[in-house]
């Protein structure tokens, strides 16, 4: 493994960077308190190539790798992980098509997206099963050259605005993986309607939604994979996509360290500024220790990816490590500020409302112990 950044990677990253420091940071305060996902960033961010930059080139699109996806992903995160999650949700409903989809299919569904500004959506969970993707409750009847889908589906980001979303649903409840099916719904399907969740902690920026699916006709053609492809499409997304949260959460992290510094310079206490007391720097330490082997693991995990080797090991031990850390440093950076930490006058405090949400979704810290104890068992 070489993690050495060529000259095309740093270009990205800077491009990234920049991006949120223009784009993003500005305005994020604002559109997390007005609860609105901000559209026009989500059209600098395709004006720029930083949108879907995933869909493979014979799609038209840029056909990037996962390590240039985090790459993009550290730098939006450490703007707003809530603005980031609009675009990585993206990357998420793409995923399945990569994964499950013909040629035929990711050039019908992924080209529009390479021609103007457009979201995707992942849509796996529903109000009662939680971690338990193979318990779906959504359900599809056959209808010849068709699907019949009804259902609903809870916690879906960008669900109801993307251009489709990926939906999973079973041809039988008690029939588990062998009867779940994954198919591309359009946002213009006759049948389908969404609820916009409100008052989340944090990611306010973001769209989260209910998605419900009332007699939704779905053409077979419409379909990734065959019948009883659906969990496992669902599963090797997640461990795909587990990563650029890794990856999110780091930067979250780094914007926190960097914020801490910055006011622990300009703050006196006792006559000298608080950089000067252990204490101060001992909590600097412990971010900067994080902060580097976070980026290592999910590194690794991205590498491995891009090499076509396994790793759901990794993207599991990235997603748990990096989100835990990235809460602590986010803590720590209000413990260093004091009161200042605690309002919106800084922003340390969005950054621990905002990455507590990396701890749950994309499958819950609590799920990544058990794909990572299981890989030690078997």
């Given amino acids: 493994m070489d993690f050495t950044l060529n000259d095309e990677q740093r270009q990205l990253q800077q491009l990234a960077r920049d991006f949120a420091r223009k784009e993003i940071i500005p305005i994020a305060a604002e559109y997390d308190r007005r609860e609105e996902l901000p559209w026009q960033v989500v059209e600098k961010a395709f004006e720029v190539g930083l949108l879907n930059p995933t869909i493979p080139e014979h799609a038209g699109g840029l056909g990037l790798g996962m390590f ?141 939604s209910e998605l419900v699916f009332e007699d939704v006709r779905v053409p077979k053609e419409n379909q990734l994979g065959g019948l009883g492809d659906g969990f496992k499409i669902a599963m090797k997304t997640l461990d795909k996509t587990r990563i650029p949260v890794a990856a999110g959460s780091v930067g979250i992290a780094r914007r926190a360290m960097e914020e801490s510094i910055k006011y622990a310079k300009e703050r006196e206490a006792f006559g000298r500024p608080i950089t000067e007391f252990q204490a101060i720097q001992f909590k600097l330490a412990e971010m900067a220790m994080g902060i580097e082997t976070g980026r290592l693991m999910y590194q690794k995990a991205a590498w491995l990816v891009d090499q076509g080797m396994p790793h759901g090991f990794e993207s599991a031990i990235a997603k748990a490590y990096c989100s835990e850390m990235a809460f602590s440093a986010a803590n720590e950076g209000i413990q260093v500020h004091g009161g200042y930490g605690y309002v919106g006058e800084y922003p340390v405090e969005k950054l621990l409302r905002d990455v507590k949400l990396n701890m749950i979704y994309e499958g819950t810290n609590e799920i990544q112990r058990v794909v990572i104890a299981r890989n030690l068992l078997k």
């Fill in 68 to 208: 240039d996806e985090c790459l993009i992903g550290e730098e939006l995160a450490y703007g707003c992980m809530g603005i980031y999650t609009v675009l990585m949700a993206s990357e998420l409903g793409i995923a399945p098509i990569l994964i499950g989809g013909t040629e035929e299919q990711q050039a019908r569904f992924l080209t529009p997206l390479t021609e103007k500004a457009g979201l995707a959506a992942f849509a796996l969970s529903e109000p009662g099963n939680g971690s338990d993707a193979a318990g779906m409750a959504t359900t599809v009847r056959d209808d010849g050259d068709a699907w019949i889908l009804n259902g609903a589906k809870m916690w879906i980001s960008n669900g109801g605005l993307a251009e489709f979303n990926v939906v999973f649903a079973t041809t039988d409840k008690n029939g588990g993986h062998r009867a779940t099916v994954a198919l591309v719904v359009p946002k213009d399907a006759p049948g389908f309607s969404y609820n916009k969740i409100k008052h989340k902690m944090g990611q306010r920026a973001s769209l989260t």
